[in-house]
């Protein structure tokens, strides 16, 4: 159940020359599960901005953005003394962890990633180490292969370019390894989600994005067809599994 | 104590504050944060006969002050909103509810309200006549006094509930519509709905939206609604609901100087869920400072002072 709250900015760095790293410190008790997300109101801009929880604990929680536009822009100047962000929180489904085999691989790509590290420590914490597959533009984007190795999970990384890791796209490197998964976790830009839906011969799950005017339900801004009806991609979703997909 | 009740045509509101219909969508997602019987009342997601899925993604776009909007009325469909989402508000308001309606055609409008009448929840019915005449070229019904007319003559003979139009801003004589229901035996007028407007994504080189065009919502509209309210409250005897870029007590206490009886607030639920229970808590102290004491009594003072 969404909350609103003020959370001051702990933390605000880059990761690399476009994605930061924001720590934010308050109540983190809405949270639930990993893959929700948070809508940021941030100041200049009239809609809030939804970005991915990349971690949580009792008192803090960790974002990962990449700047595209005025938004995210206004983000990364923020920080200092004091500095605080009106958020909404704990909003929407988030991945389901019960289902996830006993060997699930995680699929992300960009800022697809950060969702994928809070799911993989959850996982860890049930006793299941997931293998991660992180797929970027080139070498200067990569970031979070060594916080997936720190968990244990085995990780590849694969860069459109090839300056980095696998040349080639996250789909090539399942098939490449040979590796052997029962289930599958994806986020990143849609024409990777397709891709990875049609490259698992498992079940899995899928966070989508969409233009959002509330993010918590209120507005029908965000709805997609699925098999079992319409539904909001805020609030029954992000993530959706890959039963109910309608591309 | 300042005295916040007003009253539509027979409609007592403990307070004039109002969500707007499309954003608040039939309670549930604000339920869950604050107790709606707060409010004076609500007007739910715009309804029609049939379920509607509505427009492509992207449905929503932002600019300076405001958003754009292309839902395209999503909606379960009068037969669901009956059978389930009426019972579902019951349990979380127990005040009387707004029922906003859309429609295609005079029929549909005819049919919807018809429906909605056997509903004693509904205190109010907004009918939502900014939606294209598929009988008469996609033209919007509230585009001629003519087209609004029409609708407004076919629903008042369907039910005795108070029935509000809600006027498109899209027109060049506002003035001339609302007469033209209050001639048909409307009991008020409800303004603005939102206004035409599109964005352009650079990189893409396309519209934002799918539907490339959309409605403009939002604090930039402020004035326009203020303007409209203004003229078409001193034009007709009837009540006027504002509407239109309100996200603040200051601004509730505007449009009613302007002439409005209660206002509604759409947007900026949006961006701040707690907007309506903030203004409702303001307002008192607001009141307190302009030395009134009973808010009605500020209704079209604006120009009875001129
Ligand atoms: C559920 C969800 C989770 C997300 N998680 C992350 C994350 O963890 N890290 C991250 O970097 N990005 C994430 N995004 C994308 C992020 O919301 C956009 O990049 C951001 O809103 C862009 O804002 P801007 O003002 O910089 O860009 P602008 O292009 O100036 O924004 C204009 C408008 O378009 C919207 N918009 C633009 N791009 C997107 C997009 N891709 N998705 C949704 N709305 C968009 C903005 O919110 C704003 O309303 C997520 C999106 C969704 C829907
Ligand atoms: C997302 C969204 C959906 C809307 N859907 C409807 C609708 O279904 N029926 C209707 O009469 N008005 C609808 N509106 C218009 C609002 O009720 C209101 O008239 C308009 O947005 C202006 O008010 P605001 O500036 O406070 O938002 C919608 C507005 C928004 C932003
Ligand atoms: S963004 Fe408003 S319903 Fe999803």
Known sequence: MQKQGIYTIQENAPLTREVYRMVLAGNTGAITAPGQFVNIRVEGCYLRRPISVADWDDNTITLIYKVVGEGTRRLSRMGGPGAALDLLVGLGNGYDLDCCGKAPVLLGGGVGVPPLYGLAKRLWRRGITPTALLGFGSADEVFGEREFCALGCPT?????????????????????????????????????????????????????EERMGCGFGACMGCSCKTKYGTKRICKDGPVLKKEEVVW | MVDLSVNLSGLHLDNPIIPASGAFGYGAEFAELYDLDILGSFSFKGTTKEPRFGNPTPRIAECDGGMLNAVGLQNPGIDAVLAEELPRIRQYFHKPVIANIGGFSVDEFRECCEKIDAADQVGLIEVNISCPNLHAGGLNFSATPEGAAAVTRAVRQVTKKPIYMKLSPNVTDIVAVARACEAEGADGISL??????????????????????????????????LRMVWQVSQAVKIPVIGIGGVDSAEKVIEMMMAGATAVEIGAANLVDPYVCPNIIRALPGLLAGLGVDRISDLIGTAWKNK
């Open chain 1, 156 to 208: 590849m990384v694969a860069t459109v370019d090839g300056s980095y890791g696998h040349k080639g796209f996250v789909t090539d490197l399942l098939r490449e390894a040979g590796m052997r998964y029962d289930y599958f976790y994806t986020c990143g830009p849609e024409p990777m989600l397709r891709a990875v839906y049609d490259a698992c011969d498992c079940s899995g799950q899928l966070s989508f």
């Open chain 2, 192 to 225: 603005i709905n939102t206004l035409l407007g599109m964005r352009i994504d650079l990189r893409r080189r396309r519209p934002v939206l799918a539907n490339e065009t959309g409605g403009l919502s939002g604090p930039a509209i402020f004035p326009v609604a």
